[in-house]
């Protein structure tokens, strides 16, 4: 596939976009090498969640990470100052500024961005203040908690650790489609030369407020997440973060850094259509905003990965949209949350990551947990094994209640080095 097809073909090397570092909290693995590992092994994180007291429901699996060392990761900070979402933020932009060959001396040297959606915020911290007065009373409140609670520190945290002052922090709350939507904001401010640098994604913590409102839908399945397959059940809830480090072309080449992928465009709108069921057209005119912005034909996309939540109305309404859109040329689709849950408002960005490493390492992840695909759905949905790929265009779905949907298609990065 040519350069001249996307619209990167009519850019400068300063208005392209490239990932150049990825930073990776995840309960299949932390730090980018055992995150790749987990996804080409088909590795599932799901266990007991033992976040809170899960007593009176009658099943309770999630994709809990247990194994988080927040004091390896943050270090100018306290990491007990911070809620466990801000924690995960935190770390996961500190791997991907490593992972990139940067140090905060480069950074505090130009104006940068920092986007980071969300769904909870620190609701797993507002979650404990709230248990506390009940169980105790207020005047036994930790009044530290307190300090955790608001999202917004989800960003300022990630320049508070790293010392920067010339630099907008935005933390964007756009729920389960949030990480998507930081990844277009900081594509933005790249191409348009407003930042040099931009570190986007999500992050969310496991919270009983979400995990109940979701159990509550009947949304929560019982043992395992199996998007796209006939007896799917439902979602679990998952925790985790994911941050990309984004520069333009110019600024990678000129420092020597690696480049996993390009972005090539993006779209998002906002159906407002229902409260938490999605709407076919609005999610297929979604997908064609992002390929126009990326100069991308529908032909040209070697892999979807999907939103695919594993909820019978989410699956078969997102495969609608792209059987509508792509026709007779549906890609393989895929769903990373077959292995790391739902994992809220890091759900896309940890996809994002998941397609920048796919389109690096040549393979496609699988859906894990699958046993027969739903013929309402009819999508390849590569089962429980990864597969070798050559990937030039992958679209990263990513969609959520109240009708935001947002969608990101990455380009291979050999092709932006030509």
């Not at 900070?77 to 940067?102: H, K, N, T, Y």
């Not at 300090?147 to 002052?165: D, F, I, K, Y």
């Not at 999610?283 to 905003?289: D, E, K, N, S, Y």
Request: glycine residues 12%; hydrophobic residues 40%; proline residues 4%.
């Amino acid at each position: 596939m040519s350069s001249e097809s996307h619209n990167r073909g009519k850019r400068s090397a300063s208005q392209r976009v490239v990932i150049s570092g990825l930073g990776v909290v995840s309960s299949i693995g932390i730090g980018i090498g055992r995150f790749a590992e987990g996804l080409q092994q088909g590795k599932v994180g799901a266990r007991p969640i033992t976040a809170f007291d899960t007593t009176g429901f009658s099943h309770a699996l999630g994709c809990e990470i247990v194994d988080f060392e927040p004091d390896r990761w943050i270090t100018a900070l306290d990491p007990a100052e911070l809620g466990r979402a801000s924690q995960f933020s935190v770390a996961a932009a500190a791997m991907a500024i490593a992972d990139a060959g940067l140090d905060a001396d480069v950074l505090r040297d130009t104006h940068n961005v920092i986007s980071i959606g969300t769904t909870d915020g620190e609701s797993r911290d507002l979650d404990a203040l709230v248990e506390a007065e009940l169980r105790d009373g207020p005047e036994h409140m930790d009044p530290r908690l307190a300090r955790h609670v608001p999202a917004g520190r989800l960003s300022t945290s990630v320049a508070n650790e790293l010392g920067l002052t010339d630099v907008e922090a935005i933390t964007i709350p756009t729920a389960c489609a949030a990480g998507n939507y930081a990844i277009g904001y900081g594509f933005d401010a790249v191409r348009e030369g407003s930042a040099r640098f931009a570190l986007c994604g999500g992050a969310d913590a496991m919270c009983r407020k979400t995990f109940t409102g979701f159990y509550r839908l009947g949304t929560i399945a019982p043992e395992a997440c199996q998007p796209f397959d006939v007896n799917r059940k439902g979602i679990l809830t998952g925790e985790g973060a994911g941050v990309l480090v984004l520069e333009s072309l110019d600024s990678a080449v000129s420092r020597g850094a690696r480049i996993y992928a390009e972005v090539l465009g993006y779209g998002i709108n906002c159906d407002a259509h229902h409260q938490v069921a999605p709407n076919q057209a609005s999610v297929g005119r979604c997908m064609q905003l992002a390929l126009e912005d990326a100069g991308v034909k529908p032909a040209e996309v070697d892999l979807i990965s999907a939103h695919g939540t594993g909820t019978k109305a989410n699956d078969i309404t997102e495969a609608g949209a792209i059987h509508d859109l792509f026709g007779e040329d549906v890609p393989p689709v895929v769903s990373v949350k077959s292995m790391i849950g739902h994992t809220m408002g890091a759900a896309s960005a940890l996809a994002a990551i998941a397609c920048a490493i796919a389109i690096d390492r040549g393979f496609i992840p699988p859906t894990a947990n699958h046993v027969e695909t739903d013929p309402e759905c009819g999508v390849d949905c590569v089962p429980n094994q990864a597969i070798n790929a050559d990937l030039h265009v992958v679209q990263n779905n990513g969609l959520a209640f109240g009708g935001n949907n947002s969608v990101v298609i990455l380009g291979k990065h050999g092709e932006a080095a030509s």
